[in-house]
DNA sequence: AATGAATGAGGATTCATTCAT
DNA sequence: GATGAATGAATCCTCATTCAT
């Protein structure tokens, strides 16, 4: 008995179901099948709601984004106006236990993957690549000055080099030790902490 | 022509034939097909060399950290004995223009992929991991003291980041720059050039 | 023009085309291709209702012997009590005119083949055999007394016998000829007809 | 280094091998590398000897029933010429420990269906089958006169049977039992040891 | 809204067979 | 005499995608 108003839900499902299947699996090799089975719902009716394969992956990468983005924002939110903190509440917001779950480490690490051949992934990944920047910039301003660009461009690489290896750690990840590094690079970088 | 001897020529043809497709596509989505063709050679022979795509992509994966290896041992090779030039040296073998062509940067990230789901695959890289923490961490011993353990694992991070973000970049890698970012880190952590 | 409910009848139009494409090459040697193309459909549609080449060929073997069941099964319900007619019957059974078909008989002789390399099919095939020899020892109880296992065991391997070497025959199988011979050994070993 | 004079040991290997190979796989799915790999040399060579695979799969049938025939002729020369020893000595032979070897039964079993698809061994089988018929008919008619060519192909037919269902056996094939289980029934044809 | 039915296209893999050496 | 080299031709199987219900 299909219900009215499914469709959202149904997509919600599906892209969550996405995610799980490719952050577990460490490939984009997941049949379209199996990530609808996992949501509960047969596969004719992921393609009714995404039409082809590739767009249900970039619905998945772009939630992935925006949850990212929420967690900023909240983080950013509770941070206040001192530039350490909100540095801080960046990094941190990466590393958070909702986000840094194996299966979304996972997933992320093939979206770079995914990025390099599919323009549109490009486009999402460049997206946030650049929020991120403008983010740690703009904290950075105060405490970098006019190093804050290059400073937040290494901070970046810095973020993503930690998240590449807790994707390929054997353990769970470890989202404290990861937030330790890059706190101890940003430490090093504006001359605290030594 | 049937020759003899042919079977290194083959194999090493097909592993460059995988790293360049791989590397090219951005993707493990090739097919042994495409492989051998471009190698010069029918998929079937590939197969009889190689047993299996996987067995292809293993090595191609090998030829890549091999190479990586060669680079590193030449400058290290070359740097003496100073500490900070074989830093430098093993941050500048990643970035040498040999290893830093596009299509072996895109190959690499691909190969982190399928460490996740392939465990020679991750074995191989973990091996890599830890021979170029032991590389740095030995050079750092004399500039940072205990602290070189904790050091060496940021500033391997750091070169993956900064590799991981060229892998993405729009025109071709700059290894300069690239060099330049991890070097900034690596003084900034032993107390250089700020 | 899908239908719903479709699988039953999909399913039995595979099953009687790979007992009668195996029948009629007298090989196993047929490819799924051809079996479903006989049936009407394509290829993957095969395969996603069995799976595999091997369950296909399981459930055609599960089918010849289900079929010869039935026929003993009924045949017997009709001989009534005396031995000397369900004897005749379980043999008649095996020589019907709608087992005995060229097809039929060609498929079982591969079967017997399958069962040397498959597992499952060499389970099929004693589970046949223990009953035949259950029915026939039964049957032969009040005619030979404590030799009647052994008379059965006989009287099996006679039928087997007659049964290969009719699907070896040039011309279409003689049922008629075939029975006669069983029955004339079975009459020589319960002391008749001599 | 080739040898001179080789042509005839390599068939003879080829042979075997392939006698081996087909018994031990119990399916006629045996590739040609592996029969030239367990007769120790390339496929290659196979192939310039046999020129096709199946011509090496009746080469190997020739083998097992020349085989057979040897064994016949030289019972027969034993027996003397007693009509009872002879047709135990015909009996005997089938299940002769060299001939009733698990792969030769094995291997038996498959040229049976192999005479399904290939008229040569169609012929070879109905060759085998006439001289069984023929040398049994002849031992017969002292014992059976005019009923010697109907006894013979029963005899011939559970022979047969017997020998189908040793095939199949869990265990090592049985050469005692069976030849009891057909001695058994010519006994009872010719009118004795009930 | 939802799905079973159905398929075309494609890909890995196997193998008999050929050929130059 | 012998073989490594090489391939074309299959074949199984998978899967995204479409469609009628």
Redesign the interface.
Known sequence: MPKLGMEPIRRAALVKATIDAIGR?????VTVGEIARAAGMSSALAHHYFGAKEALFLAAMRQVLTDYGVEVRARLGAAGKDPRARLAAIVAAGFAPQNFRREVV?AW??F??L???VPEA?RL??LY?RRLAANLTHALRPLAGARAP?VA??L???????Y??E??GAGPPDGAAAEA?VL??LG??I?EG?
Do not use: K, N
Request: charged residues 20%; aromatic residues 2%; hydrophobic residues 45%.
């Open positions: 699996a460490g490939t984009l090799d996972g690490l093939t770079y993957v990025a390099q051949s490009r990944l460049a690549q290059s461009a290494r970046g690489a810095m973020i993503d080099g930690v590449l290896r994707a390929l590094a101890a690079h090093c970088e001359g030594r």
